[in-house]
């Protein structure tokens, strides 16, 4: 769980440098490759956040009805 917390801050880290580099960039090409940098991103971001999701409902003690 440590580990993958660790993953998430750098993930987020990541995702706030490429959108730094989308805001700078002037050319159509850099534009376009910041762009897909982007969505990588988020979509590594997404399934980080399902893993722990799931790392957190398996390590929940089950409720007694």
Avoid: G, H, W
Wanted: with cysteine; charged share 35%.
């Amino acid at each position: 769980e440590r580990e993958l917390r660790q993953q998430m801050r750098r993930m987020r880290d990541a995702i706030e440098q490429a959108q730094l580099r989308f805001d700078l960039a002037c050319d159509e090409d850099l534009v376009d490759s910041c762009i897909f940098e982007l969505n990588a991103l988020s979509a590594r971001y997404r399934f980080l956040v399902r893993q722990a999701k799931q790392l957190q409902e398996e390590t929940r003690p089950a409720v007694l009805v």
